[in-house]
């Protein structure tokens, strides 16, 4: 397996484009994305768990049980929840698509980002939908303009592709995302679209997402506020012409691990520019008696508010940590628990069996100073750990955030 | 029912008093104080849920059950949790106050609040405690250098008192607590020491004081972040003379809505000085099919950092409310909810059936400077209502929780 430039349209089949059509004041930035595969696919896809959501989360639901869509449209800047028509202007946008694309309405899966509760101007998107789709192209720049299209306060763009070979076939994947507040994914992430040519059935395709995104974007969080329009959708067009993966067999598991890989390198991505931050936080709770319950205390530690302004401040503040595992709901000895920070100048112990140890401030100090900091935590009960990803909180995700309508 | 000076020695009977004695660094803070009643108490408290916890919290677990303790020993700097002997140094400042005040070991509640993990110097209480023994008196200066003992980032003491009529008899209640931050109480607040010279057994002083806790503490949240050290104490000394209350009856039930007024206003005091905070933020939800969903609803809406950096920047993004009422894990109808911003020089409509309204923006700017802003949301489904409390996070939450510990 290995990372290889060209995201979603590294797999081969795959079309995409970006544009500016104005539903941004910023005339420099896309608005408007299009990810197309002219051969059929098997789809699949995972939504926010959140009641209140967007029209197109709602649009999706239904169109996805089919599993056959081949086809992605999203837009930047509006996120088509909570407004007049958000219903209506989702099947709009989805029947602007189809028509340009020349495939049924079923076929096209629809996501929005941007603000709650304004009106989205699908007249744009439909005047423009043509002009769009001629520039779709399978290549590097392509995709490059699809995932510019769906930044917003994203600083870094998302874009990933992995290939390794599956029955004697190179099978290629490929992810665009955007991130950056209101993550706490409980189902996909913000926005997620990935694309493969990996020969798959559906219900083998959704079950491979499904089991990614629970290790992956289930694992992230930025600010605890899970989004309206969490949606991460797949596309596998199957001109890998590898053996069709119809069951849980070893290409299955190569393809999932594959999968695995891509995902937890955007997850990655999208905590380290969540907003405003400055320090990627890995935090992994090891020797738990359950994987969920590691998962479920190093989910607490990464949202703590406290654990994550002592890390801004480059605080070994590990009272903080503990702390925050107390209250995550699980049961643990917290006699029993030893805490390290780590970075990639050294590991420093903080904590043992509970209580804190002398250690060296400056050494700590110089180790939280570094952009990655990992955080973790020994339980000492049983043979199971999990990884969460997160960010500091910093001024800068206060003004982001003080006044992100006007 | 009033409110009077006074605080913790408003009730007859109550003595107090507050130093300093070396457990922080700046000389002028006091940092020991002691709450004692010569006369016997009826007692009761409630204590963090975080499964990490203080000497204290543990130790007072035990004595508590008893239901006979007179007297509080509180310190702040250090909170006495996740450190070596940090069982033993509760118990040994519970047996210093003990002996200064010629009473039983287990008739003091002990109580520490500051950095966790670091070693308390108990010594410094043992050498001290004398001296502020026989400085206690029945004054508000007593009760007003207890409360200066125990704050720690709080910028204003908190410190209250009621009183009311009961068969007859003058009661009173008062009570000093500190906030400001770890503050999301999951059963008592970070500390908070009531009094009262109501005659009440120790099982009705118990149910009064758990029905309160659950209305008032447990409604407020400052950064998601439950404490290590949470407790809400209170001491009964029955010096009112009242017919004597061992049931729920009309007595008891003044005496639980005299608890309730008291503590109301003790938690709207800590919201609103929150670390960093600008804004009180009451949330009410209204006509749902029960108080606790209403209350889990609108808990929701105050924790969400997205709507506390908007109330921050005085923007009247409801979207974000909408949302954290979506990911509440209760269930409504998102197209029944009606939004409105208020404060106290008007009310503003800004969603409507779960859509957006066209608002006067200049007025939604105006409102929402003021230093006290409720967020009123209608769900539209029944009878219940119920009320939290919060605070908009801003720069300083950042400044002071960035260097905590140096």
New interface residues.
């Given amino acids: 397996m290995n990372y290889i430039e060209g995201g979603v349209c590294a797999p081969k089949g795959f079309t995409a484009a970006g544009m500016h059509v104005g539903i941004r004041a910023n005339k420099e930035k896309n608005d408007l994305m299009v990810i197309f595969s002219m051969h059929p696919c098997s789809s699949a896809g995972i939504f926010t ?5 967007s029209g197109p989360v709602k649009l999706n639901r239904k169109n996805i049980i089919a599993g056959n869509a081949c086809a992605f449209i999203a837009n930047s800047g509006i ?1 088509n ?4 028509n958000c219903n209506e202007n989702a099947l709009r946008m989805q029947h602007a698509a189809a028509q340009a694309l020349k495939i049924e309405n079923e076929q096209v899966l629809v996501a929005s980002t941007g ?4 009106r989205l101007p699908v007249e744009k998107i439909e005047n423009n939908i043509s002009e769009l789709v001629s520039r779709l192209e399978n290549s590097a720049e392509g995709s490059n303009e699809a995932a510019l299209a769906i930044m917003t306060t994203d600083t870094r763009k998302k874009e990933f592709a992995i290939s390794g070979e599956i029955s004697g076939k190179t099978v290629t994947i490929g992810g665009i995302a955007k991130g950056s ?2 993550i ?1 994914p ?1 189902m996909g992430t913000m926005l997620c679209f990935l694309t493969t040519d990996c020969l798959i059935s559906a219900s083998m395709l959704d079950k491979a997402l499904r089991n990614v995104c629970d290790v992956t974007f289930n694992r992230i969080s930025v ?6 329009n969490d949606s991460m959708m797949i596309l596998a067009n199957g001109l890998a012409c590898n053996n069709f993966i119809t069951e849980e067999n070893d290409d299955f598991i190569l393809f999932e691990s594959m999968l695995r890989d891509l995902c937890t390198r955007i997850a990655r991505a999208m905590a380290a520019d969540g907003e405003g931050a400055k320090h990627l936080i890995t935090c992994t709770v090891l020797n738990s008696s359950s994987e969920q319950k590691a998962s479920h205390i190093a989910k607490s530690i990464i ?4 654990t994550k ?2 890390i ?2 480059c ?1 070994a ?4 940590v ?6 995550s709901g699980e ?2 000895n ?1 006699d029993a628990v030893d805490i390290y920070f780590r970075s990639d100048i050294g590991t420093i112990k903080v ?1 043992e069996n ?3 140890v002398n250690f060296d401030e400056t050494l700590a100090k110089e180790i939280l100073l570094r952009p990655e900091i990992e955080i973790l935590a020994n339980i000492n009960e049983g043979k199971y750990s999990a990884t969460c990803w997160g960010c500091d ?3 800068d ?3 982001i ?6």
């Fill in positions: 768990k959140n009641i209140v959501c996120a929840a909570c407004c007049p603000i709650i509760g304004v507040g209101m706490h409980n600010d605890g506020d899970t989004s309206t949202s703590s508010n406290l302004t002592a801004f401040g605080d503040n590990w009272g903080r503990l702390c925050a595992m107390g209250y049961k643990f917290p904590c509970g209580i804190g909180m910093t001024y995700y206060i003004s955030n003080g006044d992100y309508r006007t």
